[in-house]
């Protein structure tokens, strides 16, 4: 889907940057543009629009490039917008909510029965319905903490966060997830 | 099922905190509470094997070069810095062209009936709206109407309609008939409100004479003497 059928987003007014800003963003996108995907995936579950998130999210990031050359400030700005920007896009169009099965690296992929696939997808279906869920606080948390590992020094850095902070954050979604998901692991 | 109170502890335990005192006495008597906490375990380790995916997944390869492009197709081009003049421009002239037609047409131009409500009083010509002086009249014989004052000829204060007034043309004008005066004037002040339309109004042929109600018997009134042993109201 193109970028311009996305009506929930407001448009990107341009902006000239000076040639060394440039090169500088251009490092940027290099090396945080994958951090905008996954932040997006982790919310929308599907690469396609994940993809297009990532690039709006740095549309704004080119526009407001000027202020945000410091690398670590531009990636916490940068994840920021990408996790607001998919939860837009998903608030806006519900009708996309089909999982792909696109967070797992699935070892199993070809050797599963069918009933264990479908059984599977309904996993992956519950536990993103119970992320989905979380207050926006915990949401962001969790899905970075799962893309940081679980180190929560690195969450708190692309958050601007006390670790204490993310530490009590990550516990009370765990939590949440934990009383969510029981019911789902007692028929397992 | 495990203990309800112990509920929410199990979950603490289960995301990673040291559990209470109180709660690890409770598990170690209770196998149900045990197996619960078992299960919040494996739900948040499915949970985790399914988030992990996040850690590795990778974009298509030409997203940074997307990216690029993308930014690079809202480069500003050397019109776009004054471009929005044109439709600020537009904009503008659209809306004087809006508050000057708004202007032309807020005047009524359908011819509003007139209020005549005192033979003796001469006419204005001219217009055919009723003005302010007219109204004013209007009220006051609508007013003295109801104190029961007459006009000097003792007849209901009324005129014949159509009757041109000297040296005008013919204007639209409405017979007021005696005690309507005040049910007119409220039509009017709605014309002018324009609640309703002129041609709302209708108009009966006065000439004609009004139809006999058929099928209509009024019984003689039968007064019954009350008992006064029935109404008393004492026992």
Do not use: N
């Amino acid at each position: 889907m193109l970028l311009d059928d996305a009506v929930d987003f407001a448009p990107v007014w341009p902006v000239t940057l000076d040639p060394a800003l440039e090169r500088e963003f251009e490092e940027r996108v290099a090396d945080s543009s994958t951090l905008a995907f996954r932040v997006a995936l982790g919310v929308l579950r599907r690469r396609e629009d994940a993809e297009d998130v990532a690039q709006e999210a740095f549309l704004r990031a080119h526009r407001a490039f000027a202020s945000l050359r410091d690398r670590e400030r531009f990636r916490a700005w940068l994840v920021r917008v990408a996790f607001r920007l998919a939860l837009d896009r998903q608030r806006g169009d519900r009708r996309r909510l089909r999982r792909e099965d696109a967070l797992a690296v699935d070892p199993r992929a070809g050797s599963e029965s069918v009933e264990e696939a479908a059984a599977r997808a309904e996993l992956r279906e519950r536990v993103g319905e119970a992320v989905d869920a979380l207050p926006e606080k915990l949401r962001i948390v969790t899905v970075l903490a799962a893309i940081q590992e679980h180190d929560v020094a690195s969450v708190a850095r692309l958050l601007d966060l006390p670790e204490g902070t993310v530490k009590s954050r990550l516990h009370r979604a765990r939590k949440a997830l934990a009383e969510k998901l029981r019911w789902l692991a007692s028929g397992t | 099922m495990a203990c309800e109170r112990y509920v929410g502890a199990l979950a603490d335990v289960a995301a990673g905190a040291p559990a209470a005192p109180g709660v690890e006495a409770h598990l170690a008597a209770c196998e149900v509470c045990r197996a619960e906490l078992q299960t919040m375990r494996h739900a948040l380790a499915m949970a985790d094997a399914e988030m992990a995916g996040l850690a590795t997944a990778e974009p298509t390869p030409d997203l940074a070069v997307r990216i690029r492009q993308a930014v690079a197709r809202t480069e500003p081009s050397p019109a776009w810095r004054f471009g929005w003049l044109w439709p600020a421009t537009a904009a503008a002239a659209t809306l004087l062209v809006a508050f000057a037609v708004f202007l032309v047409r807020g005047t009524p131009s359908a011819p509003e009936p007139r209020v005549a409500v005192d033979a003796h009083r001469p006419q204005s010509t001219g217009s055919t709206r009723a003005t302010g002086p007219d109204l004013a009249t209007s009220r006051s014989s609508a007013q003295a109407e109801r104190r029961g004052v007459r006009s000097p000829g003792g007849s209901p204060r009324t005129r014949q309609a159509g009757v041109p007034p000297a040296g005008g043309t013919l204007e639209r004008q409405v017979l007021v008939p005696a005690g309507e005066t005040e049910a007119l004037l409220r039509f009017v002040a709605h014309l002018r409100t324009r609640v309703v339309s002129p041609d709302s109004l209708l108009v009966a042929d006065l000439s004609a004479p009004l139809p006999e109600p058929d099928g209509v018997e009024i019984q003689p009134l039968v007064i019954v003497p009350l008992d006064p042993a029935e109404t008393s109201g004492t026992d």
